[in-house]
């Protein structure tokens, strides 16, 4: 059994998985790398995917599957996980090699001790193409240090500052045991993988290191801004998805439930925002829609969303309300550094 698995999902990659795969192979026998071709047609992705699997037997394996998206090829790699720990690292990404070396010896001392951790954090770094600095996503003020901790040790997450895929690492037989699948030929499924199972983690731990690099810059990414737009309909999708999993109004840990509500609240904005960049009618009444969907499944949850800072936000009335929406976007984007 191995230490941790690692699924990189590919389709059509060859440009950039190499980088990829090499940065993972130094985490050694420990380690399975998962390279999941989801149907790639327009290059040697499967290829590349066999030839690392031959040099490299112990460590890697090739999965070839027909093309289902990023999310059937995460489900993919959970399916064929042997590591007690899972992790999802995407092929236009990579990791900083020194920072894996005490990811690997911070799992091996969970697996050999008594303790049992279900998610390490740790984290990441926005490799955004252009930008002389880079923006590190850590967890300093939300998560102690190197303690194992409950949700009621979180000491609290700011506006922004969320555990995304590229940051978690899941205890695999806790993936498995919360039914974890994502829908297939979906984007933005990511947000699935990090909040469906965060009712079944009873422990935490945080890595202070930045493990993580999250490339951005290409034109064709799912995170450019006018690629999301065209993708609206996926974004709401998965908002959607996500309200149903839980009545998070009703879940007993105080913390827990206060920031699963904050991520319901920014899904429900970038949904709200993108229609509003759209300048389209036919999206502006998505979103009219989408709220009207949260208040029919659960009327607490929106009261909370829609009249908290950001449910108002992103439903000023009017053009020029529409306005003043965009520029508090626009502000918090650049604070932040995302897409």
């Known amino acids: 059994m191995k230490l941790l698995s690692i699924a990189i999902p590919c389709y059509n990659s060859a440009a950039y998985m190499r980088h990829c795969i090499d940065t993972l192979l130094t985490g050694g026998e420990e380690v399975e790398i998962l390279i999941v071709n989801d149907g790639s047609t327009k290059d040697n992705t499967a290829q590349i995917a066999d030839e690392y699997a031959e040099k490299y037997p112990g460590i890697c394996r090739a999965i070839h599957q027909e093309n289902g998206g990023h999310g059937e090829a995460v489900n993919a790699g959970l399916r064929n996980a042997s ?26 001392q969970f ?6 951790l279900d998610m390490l954090v740790s984290n990441f770094v926005y490799e955004k193409q252009g930008a002389k600095n880079k923006k590190v996503m850590n967890y300093r003020t939300a998560l102690p240090v190197d303690k ?26 806790l993936l498995r045991q919360c039914g974890l699948e994502l829908p297939k ?16 983690v009873k422990t935490l731990y945080y890595l202070d290191v930045n493990f993580y ?17 065209g993708r609206i309909d996926q974004q709401i999708l998965v908002t ?40 389209s009618g036919e999206n502006l009444q998505k979103k009219k829609e989408l709220w009207k969907f949260l208040k029919q499944n659960n009327l607490a949850l929106y009261l909370r969303l829609r009249w908290g800072f950001l449910g108002q936000g992103v439903n000023l009335p009017g053009k020029s309300g529409r306005k003043v929406s965009v520029a508090g976007y626009k502000i918090t984007q650049k604070f932040y550094g995302f897409n």
Not at 111 to 116: F, Q, R, S
Not at 151 to 173: A, C, N, P
Not at 190 to 198: K, S
Request: glycine share 4%; charged share 25%.
């Open 148 to 173: 194992l901790i409950t949700w009621d040790e979180v000491k609290g997450f700011m506006i922004g500052q969320y555990i995304l895929m590229h940051s978690v690492i899941y205890r695999t037989e």
């Open 83 to 108: 590591g007690i720990y899972y992790k999802v690292v995407d092929s236009d990404d990579w990791v900083n090699e020194e920072a894996y070396q005490k990811i690997l010896k911070t799992l091996r």
């Open 213 to 229: 690099r999250y490339f951005i810059g290409r034109e064709d990414q799912s995170v450019n801004e006018q690629v999301m737009i």
């Open 185 to 200: 030929h979906t984007f933005y499924v990511d947000n699935i993988f990090v909040y469906q199972p965060l009712p079944h």
């Open 240 to 279: 959607k998805l996500m309200i149903g999993y839980y009545d998070v109004t009703k879940i007993s840990c105080r913390k827990l439930r206060h920031y699963m509500v904050n991520y319901l609240e920014i899904m429900m904005t970038i949904s709200s925002i993108l229609a509003i960049r759209s300048e």
């Open 111 to 116: 697996v050999y001790g008594e303790e049992t």
